[in-house]
């Protein structure tokens, strides 16, 4: 082990590389980061696969009934009763899936393939059929994600073994790998007490709590043995699977062990014979747990274990900063259908409509009588309406304290901020505004938009000094969170204050009616239930800004110092808990 990091484009290829030699056994592999890199190495993986594994590609906006099966409806019609129709994960058994943009995957279709995973077979349970369907799968994630919220669910990539981040690798000079086919990963033999402690022992120091990847651990080595022609699990298979299984799964660094230091004056002990060299040669070596542990902290990238060590830990999320779900008739992400009158603005749902007749034909022909014409027949109960899930747009309302001596440096952190985060807009589907409130009043001046070169022109010179009405800059708020409520988006403020009003609601100067006024416009937002969050600007925190929070049913930051940058991660933060909530 010569601590240096490898090259991440290697541990690509070997993990794929071992994935192809075993894909049902270890369970899938996440490529994240599109490009030719990664379509390349997609193209490699399939060239490994054996030639008769099927590989079957899944649409982006899969139902349930393609996924799992479901009733056959033109071949039920024909019957009089119902037929079963196989789903992708059973036509796939024994191959493999590809599942491009898994960034934007469901829960539930997620929550479907990982059921597949560990039972190995679908159950399908609609439409009058009751059947269960062999699914031995491995999958393959493509995962296009651009920022850290937008991640495959957890559910799903927690039961595949590699996890490869490809963003930033440009060359497409594959490292050549020597592989022996002569020796299928099952006919290597289990590793011993001894490693499976050692891999135990890693993933401890590294905060891996769950079985699995240790499982997917072993079944790793036991694959790059048989790569390597080896009947046996060697020390540098552990040290491999343990890079490319629990090194991506670390939530924390490896305590430093320390030991007493032994007297200089200490002689070494003398060797009785020339037979003991080799024990004591032996007695020196680092126990096999510290060596796997320091393969894996070598090829940890220096900003992981940075974030590692500062005890932070980044989950998926899903949705990336858009605002909360509700149901729509007419767009957004198909949730199936359901028994209905296609009125109101609803959708006939005309394929579930005949699923649902179909079973049902044979009986409604017997009741008509012997002449009855060969014709589909429709009831009231059969008819199904269309369903759909939107995610509103979020409107970022910044409310910014621009009074005072320090209102310059307020107002650029604020433009930092809103410059970040309109950067992303495009995949966040955000909007920003900024509310600026100094002397006798609040005013709106950048109205909800996603156009940088907009903000940026009116960011150019802001204003700034006077007194601090903060009573109307959070009435300004509240009316243009209630606007975009209205227009189907959801609000969210940033509110950038001391919390020390001292301008009444009218105009006039004195803190005790300014503070009555605040704390009334206060609970007012907290009323509406728009959520938020209230920045403490002061240089040091007095508390007049929490107890603003506490009225507006806020979350409280205290950032007397923030810059852009740490201002936009943390309103980021706090603003995907509360949509998440």
């Not at 399939?46 to 071949?75: H, N, Y």
């Not at 729509?328 to 579930?352: Q, V, Y």
């Not at 227009?487 to 204050?497: A, E, I, Q, S």
Request: glycine share 10%; proline share 7%.
């Amino acid at each position: 082990m010569n601590g240096q990091p490898p090259d991440p484009l290697s541990d690509a290829v070997m993990a794929a590389q071992l994935f192809a030699l075993d894909p049902l056994g270890l369970g899938g592999i996440c490529l994240r980061g599109a490009g030719p890199v990664r379509d390349a190495l997609l193209e490699r993986i399939k060239a490994d696969l054996p030639p008769d594994m099927p590989v079957r590609r899944m649409p982006g906006a899969i139902t349930d009934d393609r996924l799992l099966g479901g009733l056959d409806i033109s071949a039920s019609l024909c019957a009089g009763k119902a037929v079963l129709q196989t789903g992708l994960l059973a036509e796939t058994d024994g191959g493999v899936i590809i599942a491009p943009m898994a960034e934007r995957l469901s829960e539930t279709i997620a929550g479907r393939i990982g059921q597949a995973l560990d039972w190995q077979a679908v159950q399908v349970e609609r439409d009058g059929i009751a059947a269960e369907l062999q699914a031995t799968i491995g999958v393959v994630l493509l995962d296009d994600g651009l920022t850290d919220e937008e991640r495959p669910p957890a559910a799903l990539t927690e039961r595949l073994a590699f996890h490869c981040d490809l963003t930033g690798i440009a060359t497409l000079d594959f490292p050549d790998i020597a592989a022996d086919d002569s020796i299928s990963p099952t006919e290597v033999a289990e590793p011993d007490e001894a490693m499976l402690k050692a891999l135990a022992a890693t993933a401890l120091a590294l905060g891996v709590r769950s079985v699995r990847p240790l499982l997917f651990a072993m079944r790793a080595a036991r694959a790059s043995a048989a790569l390597a022609g080896r009947n046996a699990v060697a020390e540098s298979d552990l040290a491999m699977a343990a890079r490319l299984v629990l090194a991506p799964r670390a939530t924390q660094l490896p305590a430093e062990e320390t030991t007493d230091a032994e007297p200089d004056d200490m002689p070494p002990p003398e060797p009785d014979d020339a037979g003991d060299s080799d024990d004591a040669d032996a007695a020196d070596a680092p126990p096999l747990e510290d060596m796997i542990l320091a393969a894996v902290a070598a090829c940890v990238p220096e900003d992981m274990l940075s974030r590692i060590g500062d005890g932070v830990h980044r989950g998926a999320s899903q949705g990336g900063g858009a605002g909360k779900r509700h149901k729509s008739k007419l767009r957004g992400r198909p949730l199936g259908a359901r028994p209905g009158i296609p009125r109101g603005g609803a959708r006939l749902a005309l394929i579930d409509t005949l699923r649902a007749a179909a079973p049902w034909q044979t009986l409604r022909r017997e009741e008509e009588g012997e002449d009855a014409e060969r014709k589909i027949r429709i009831r009231r109960p059969d008819l199904r309406v269309r369903r759909f899930e939107e995610r509103a747009g979020t409107v970022t309302i910044f409310v910014v304290d621009a009074s005072g001596s320090s209102a310059l440096a307020r107002l650029a952190e604020a433009k930092g901020a809103i410059e970040l985060m309109l950067a992303q807009a495009y995949v966040k589907r955000a909007e920003v505004a900024l509310i600026a409130f100094r002397g006798e009043g609040a005013e709106l001046l950048l109205p909800p938009t996603r156009s940088l070169t907009r903000a940026r022109r009116v960011l150019a010179e802001l204003p700034g000094g006077g007194g601090t009405p903060l009573a109307a800059g959070l009435e300004a708020a509240q009316a243009l969170g209630e606007q975009a409520v209205s227009h189907g988006r959801t609000p969210f403020l940033v509110v950038l204050t001391d919390g020390k009003a001292n301008v009444a609601r009218d105009g006039s100067p004195g803190r005790k009616q300014a503070k009555a006024d605040s704390e009334t416009a206060a609970h007012r937002i907290a009323a509406t239930g728009i959520a938020g969050v209230v920045v403490d600007i002061s240089p040091r925190a007095q508390g007049e800004a929490q107890t603003l929070a506490a009225a507006m049913r806020a979350e409280y930051l205290p950032l007397p110092h923030a810059d852009a940058a740490t201002l936009h991660r943390a309103v980021d933060a706090v603003q995907q808990q509360t949509v998440a909530a």
